[in-house]
């Protein structure tokens, strides 16, 4: 059994600096177990995975309808020469699919967080965004994290419309930043059309 | 071809590969300031995880952090000031010393100047939770874990000449908790 009681003790009377200091030093910090790391950076990467699950991750607005596809294309983005555009910060992608929309991916790699970004898309005559088919121009507000994202356009193109262009623009903090992107002709024997009403 | 595709396309690792490897060497000492702060090991690992999880979506920014170190603890620490300090009156568990959980293995044993210094640490913990807050931030900064009067000033983001005298201040008041007729020993009946 052990007593507390109070003592005089020579030593600390006259403590320096240093030897404070010394004693500060050794104050013990339990190192943490050797899967530390492992385990931290594991639960950090998996919560940004469960993050970007959410829609809101490509800039989508609400009931933005193609969020697995877009991920879905990243290959054919790379793969179909669609770095030789002329964009200044994107690529772009078309899928030969049928019935279904054009999808046009739009790539921004951005060095830093935008917070309240505002996303534009303005289209031509003759096309129309699923899900958005009265509406020529759209407009919202998100947060793009720093590094590659990607906003997927399903785009659906008049019968018989060939050419125009989808202006694509975002404004932070006074700055702004456009790309046209020229909607090409349907591939033979694909391609989505629409019949407007 | 512009910056912004070469940048991206030619970049071969991803974001969470970058963001691993740069915060990787500094993760046991943003554990060891996050115990220091939260006198709790699972506290310390959940400050820690806290603030990366906020930093990973920045890669970019931590990129271009010319000493990463520093800048890290002192994210770190605003984020303890956020939930801790200004959850609590105090962030310090009285209830907790060195006489149990996660230090008390570390303690050595009852030899002569072991048990000295280890009455000393004893003294100096209580001590450290009756300074102010901003105080004890620094001894733990600058005198604990070594680091410049300039960085613990970028850290806390106050003057240099700030940190100088509250340390002054701060050791004064620890080296008298330590005089004669206030250091308390522990003896064997």
């Known amino acids: 059994m052990r007593s507390r009681h109070t003592v005089n003790h020579p030593a600390p009377a006259q403590l320096a600096d240093n030897e404070l200091i010394g004693v500060l030093r050794d104050m013990p910090v339990p190192q943490p177990d050797a899967g530390y790391e492992r385990r931290v950076l594991r639960a950090v990467l998996d919560s940004q995975q469960a993050r970007n699950k959410r829609p809101a991750w490509f800039f989508q607005p609400t009931r933005w309808p193609v969020a697995a596809a877009a991920i879905m294309l990243l290959t054919l983005v790379f793969s179909q020469g669609a770095l030789r555009e002329r964009s200044p910060m994107a690529g772009q992608a078309w899928a030969p699919v049928g019935q279904t929309p054009h999808t046009v991916h739009v790539v921004l790699d951005s060095p830093r967080q935008l917070r309240g970004a505002i996303i534009r898309v303005t289209l031509p005559a003759g096309a129309v965004l699923e899900g958005y088919r009265d509406v020529d121009t759209l407009q919202w507000q998100a947060d793009i994290p720093a590094g590659g994202n990607r906003l997927s356009l399903p785009l659906l193109v008049q019968e018989g419309i060939s050419g125009g262009t989808v202006q694509v623009e975002i404004e932070h903090g006074g700055a702004r930043k456009a790309l046209e992107i020229s909607i090409p002709s349907p591939p033979d024997g694909g391609g989505a059309s629409i019949t407007k009403t | ?189």
């Open chain 2, 1 to 189: 071809m512009n910056t912004w595709l070469t940048r991206f396309f030619h970049a071969p690792r991803s974001p969470e590969d970058r963001f691993v490897s740069l915060v990787s060497p500094h993760l046991r000492r943003m554990y060891r300031m996050a115990y220091r702060w939260t006198l709790n090991a699972h506290e310390a690992e959940d400050l820690v995880q806290d603030v990366l999880v906020r930093l990973l979506p920045r890669t970019a920014e931590l990129e271009s952090v010319e000493r990463l170190g520093p800048w890290l603890v002192r994210v770190l620490y605003r984020r303890f000031v956020d939930l801790y300090r200004r959850r609590c009156a105090s962030p310090i568990d009285p209830s907790q010393s060195l006489d149990d959980t996660d230090q008390e293995s570390r303690l050595p044993g009852d030899g002569g100047e072991d048990l000295r210094r280890t009455e000393m640490q004893r003294a100096l913990q209580r001590a450290l939770q009756e300074l102010d807050d901003e105080w004890r931030d620094i001894v733990l900064l600058h005198d604990m874990e070594g680091y410049t009067t300039i960085e613990v000033a970028d850290i806390m983001d106050i003057s240099v000449g700030t940190v100088k005298s509250r340390l002054h201040r701060a050791r004064a008041k620890l080296k008298k908790s330590l005089s004669p007729g206030t250091l308390q020993i522990s003896e064997a009946c």
